[in-house]
């Protein structure tokens, strides 16, 4: 597949609304025009002979020491915040922050590393999150969270299992609905949805969302039966085990296989989509230098790998897989048998998953969703190190994250996506979960549709795109003001809301300023700068010395141009 090329973008403003515009309230520096990824038609099969002279596998912008990913050639074409400078690694994660101390931001121009932990660790800060970490402090906060089967969490477990057939196999769902229904596949997908706005493991549902974006298949998608399952039993099964188990488990799943068409590979035409995408998605990635003849050797290494279509069961037929030596990169097989076949891509796949170029590719990815749309390549080193060290391990790695000052000198350099921002908006206004939630997260789910950012439903193998600069536009951020409206008054039915009055408790004599920056601090961990609040004051047709406001609309309204700014846009 091509990555995506250079985008022309003009420049556009960010934020700016009324008062909060004029008064500054503004992320200039995170401009650009939406950029749609482009795919090429899938390659046609060819035969495996050897080119005479092999050719590096590159294709815009990656030729001549470009890119290594799709997210860096589109942060490194519309830069959208200056990069994290190299950190160090530390052995608590209290010295990583304390190390990090006079990291500043233009938002954010106070350093608060507890609440910069909860922008970055949760889809959201919940009062109990904030409450569990001041009363556990940062070390042992994030320890917990690291270790997640440690600790219940009945809310978030009931909110997955109101959708039966979430994550079901897919001999459960050819008994429970009709034939190439989608009924399993979006329950499945509004179920994780339901767990990212209601969990208390919130560490583990992010590192969960990083790695099905990773191995990415679809939900909806043709795989109606088999994807569900591959949600659980690959991705949420080993989002905190290793990556060669997570690795191998997918390259033996239905929903893998025929996403990207290894069912279709025989001896005689052998499919090269899921060898390619093994190493230019998965694994190494195209700055690695593979060949067109990697390429071929990968897909005959991997025929064979296919299931059974009224089972949804995986099966390896060896009269598919073809025989004979094969090279990848340092990897080589006689492969002289196909009985033998399973056991030689075995060994292929735990080989990539320890190749240096992949803890380089899982490093990025994991350092761009916690830290940076741009890390430094310091910082993507020591992550690979880690990696290869701990044995593949994404516990580990995510741990190395959370022990790097690169991480706690971040403030203000991720920007939430339209997912983030509404499971985000949910959690800070601490709505809650009733019997009925399923049909206000059906809405959601369909509303994150237009918006192009449901969980786990890009349609390419790519995942989706992780950097601002892929989610800006005007449009865009009208529909995320138009939630935050929503869910701040309560307008959808079947959630448990706090009304906007009742978000701080008011006191005798209570300015409308003092009530504005109680709130602040509330939902977004920080307040505003003494020109901002007041322009969110004004917005709403109040003086700062004003009585505090009453009305659920007066208050609801700065509750929403709060959830409006780059406060909380940014994370």
């Not at 596998?57 to 990656?62: A, D, I, N, Q």
């Not at 608590?92 to 954010?108: L, M, N, R």
């Not at 990207?260 to 060898?275: Q, Y």
Request: proline residues 7%; positive net charge.
């Amino acid at each position: 597949m091509n990555e995506i090329r250079t985008p022309q973008s003009s420049r556009r403003a960010f934020f700016g609304l009324g008062g909060l515009a004029a008064a500054g309230l503004i992320a200039s520096d995170l401009v650009a025009a939406p950029v749609e990824p482009a795919q090429a038609a899938p390659p046609v099969p060819r035969p495996r002979e050897v080119d005479p002279e092999p050719l590096p596998v590159r294709s815009e912008p990656f030729a001549d020491g470009g890119p290594e990913t799709r997210d860096a050639s589109i942060s490194s074409a519309v830069p959208t915040a200056a990069p994290v400078a190299p950190g160090r690694q530390y052995t608590t994660f209290s010295a990583a922050a304390k190390a990090a101390g006079a990291s500043t931001s233009a938002v954010f121009p106070g350093y608060n590393p507890t609440g910069h932990l909860l922008r970055r660790a949760t889809f959201g800060a919940r009062s109990s999150d904030v409450a569990q970490l001041k009363q556990l402090g940062v070390n042992k906060w994030i320890a917990r969270q690291l270790a997640p089967a440690t600790f219940a969490d009945p809310i978030g477990n009931a909110a997955w299992k109101a959708y039966p057939l979430a994550g079901a196999s897919a001999a459960v769902i050819r008994k429970s609905i009709a034939e190439f229904s989608w009924d399993a596949v979006f329950q499945t997908a509004q179920a994780s949805l339901a767990r990212q706005v209601f969990s208390n493991r919130q560490i583990y549902e992010v590192t969960v969302d990083i790695f099905a974006n990773h191995l990415h298949v679809p939900l909806p998608g043709e795989q109606w039966h088999t994807a569900p399952s591959y949600l659980t039993g690959v991705i949420r099964k080993y989002a905190f085990g290793s990556y060669t188990s997570m690795l191998l488990a997918a390259m033996k799943h239905p929903a893998m296989l025929n996403f990207l068409n290894n069912d279709e590979s025989r001896k005689a035409n052998v499919n090269e989509n899921l060898g390619r995408e093994l190493l230019e998605l998965h694994t190494v990635g195209i700055a690695s230098g593979y060949t067109e003849a990697d390429v071929r050797n990968s897909a005959a290494i991997l025929s064979g790998r296919s299931w059974n279509w009224k089972t949804g069961a995986y099966v390896y037929n060896a009269a598919d897989h073809v025989t004979g030596p094969v090279r990848v990169l340092g990897f080589s097989h006689a492969n002289t048998t196909a009985a033998g076949g399973q056991a030689v891509g075995d060994a292929y796949l735990a080989y990539l998953a320890k190749h240096p170029a992949t803890a380089r590719t899982i490093a990025r990815k994991i350092a761009v969703r916690f830290v940076s749309d741009s890390p430094s390549d310091d910082l993507i080193n020591r992550l690979a190190a880690v990696y290869l060290k701990k044995n593949t391990s994404i516990l580990e790695t995510v741990r190395a994250v959370f022990l790097s000052s690169d991480f706690w000198a971040s403030v203000g350099t991720r920007m939430r996506r339209p997912l983030e921002d509404a499971v985000g908006t949910l959690r800070v206004l601490n709505v809650g979960r009733s019997t009925a939630s399923k049909t206000p997260l059906s809405w959601l789910y369909w509303n994150l549709n237009e918006a192009g950012h449901t969980p786990h439903g890009w349609m390419p193998p790519n995942g989706y795109p992780d950097v601002a600069a892929a989610w800006l536009g005007a449009g865009a951020m009208i529909q995320r003001w138009n939630l935050h409206r929503t869910f701040a008054y309560g307008w959808w039915k079947g959630l448990v809301y706090i009304a906007p009055e009742k978000i701080v408790v008011r006191t005798a004599k209570m300015t409308t300023l003092q009530w504005t920056t109680a709130v602040s601090k509330k939902i977004l961990g920080v307040a505003p700068s003494a020109a901002h609040l007041e322009a969110i004051i004004t917005g709403v047709g109040r003086t700062p010395g004003s009585p505090a406001p009453t009305s659920g609309w007066e208050c609801g309204k700065i509750t929403t141009l709060l959830l409006d700014s780059p406060y909380f846009q940014l994370r």
